[in-house]
Every structure is written in structure tokens, then in C-alpha cells.
């Protein structure tokens, strides 16, 4: 197994953060959630307002706090989004590598290798998409289509 702190490289993050914008990303999240289930429109919303939106927790702790909830808890698709996000956001791969080992020292260890897993099959995806200068959408939907 390679070392997963370098499964995604610096000039692939480098090309994904070129890319991205923190308010595009938060559309493409709450469009394809409102499309999936319009219901969920007021949901989405008010999460969003309260947890993207504000100033109450900076982005990158807000990752940090989902990736390695998700690492416990969410399925492989919700964390390969989170992690995607958290890099966008300025959190390095040694970072959420280490934030996921943490999450599974207390959350369970046997849930390290599914963890793993997920950056395994995210490396080569990512720096797949930074190649062809993919922005939000484009990596949501090769997220969901890969981890589908």
C-alpha cells in the first residue's frame, strides 16, 4: 500500500483549488440535494446558513469536524465529498490522514481500513479531475458516480 499521505499530489490540489469557490461548491451541494428530494429545500438552506455560511467556525475546522465524524459514522460517498472539500479548503493530505486516524483510534478502529478505503479510490480520481480543471460540479459528479 502507498503511503496515503501522497496519494494526491501537490500539484493536482494546487489545479482543484484553482478551480474552486466556496460559494459554487455550496450551490452544487444544496442543487443536487434539492433535486434529489425537493422537499429537503428548507433543510438544506438552514443548514447551509447556519454551518456554510457564517462565521461561527471556519471552513477548514468545519471539514476537519466532518471528516472525521464521517470517518465513524458516514458512508464512503459523504466522505469522499468532505475530504475533496476539506483539501479545497486548505487542509492538507498528511492532515486527513491523521484527523481520519484519530476518528478511528476513538470511533473504532475497524473503521480506519474503510476510511483508507475511500482515499485510495479518491487519490487517483482527484488527480484525475485536476487534470481536466474540474470544478465543484464536475468532482461531485464523478464523486457520486464513483462511489455510487
Same mark, same amino acid.
Given at each position: ?56 467556525? @471556519?471552513?477548514?475546522? !468545519?471539514?476537519?469536524? &466532518?471528516? %472525521?465524524? #464521517?470517518?465513524?459514522? $458516514? ?41 483508507? @478505503?475511500?482515499?485510495? !479510490?479518491?487519490?487517483? &480520481?482527484? %488527480?484525475? #479531475?485536476?487534470?481536466? $480543471? ?15
Amino acid at each position: 500500500m502507498d503511503d496515503l499521505r501522497t496519494l494526491i499530489d501537490d500539484k493536482s490540489v494546487l489545479a482543484l483549488r484553482a478551480a474552486y469557490s466556496s460559494t459554487a461548491m455550496r450551490a452544487a451541494m444544496t442543487g443536487k440535494l434539492h433535486l434529489a428530494y425537493p422537499p429537503m429545500h428548507p433543510w438544506t438552506e438552514g443548514t447551509e446558513a447556519t454551518f456554510y455560511a457564517t462565521d461561527h467556525i @471556519a471552513d477548514r475546522d !468545519r471539514e476537519r469536524c &466532518l471528516i %472525521a465524524l #464521517l470517518t465513524v459514522t $458516514g458512508p464512503p460517498l459523504s466522505m469522499a465529498i468532505h475530504i475533496y472539500w476539506g483539501l479545497m479548503e486548505g487542509i492538507d493530505m498528511p492532515e486527513i490522514c491523521h484527523v481520519i486516524a484519530l476518528a478511528s483510534c476513538y470511533g473504532g478502529v475497524p473503521k480506519l481500513a474503510p476510511a483508507f @478505503a475511500v482515499l485510495q !479510490r479518491l487519490g487517483p &480520481l482527484l %488527480a484525475d #479531475l485536476a487534470a481536466r $480543471g474540474a470544478e465543484p460540479t464536475d468532482v461531485l459528479d464523478a464523486l457520486a458516480e464513483d462511489f455510487r
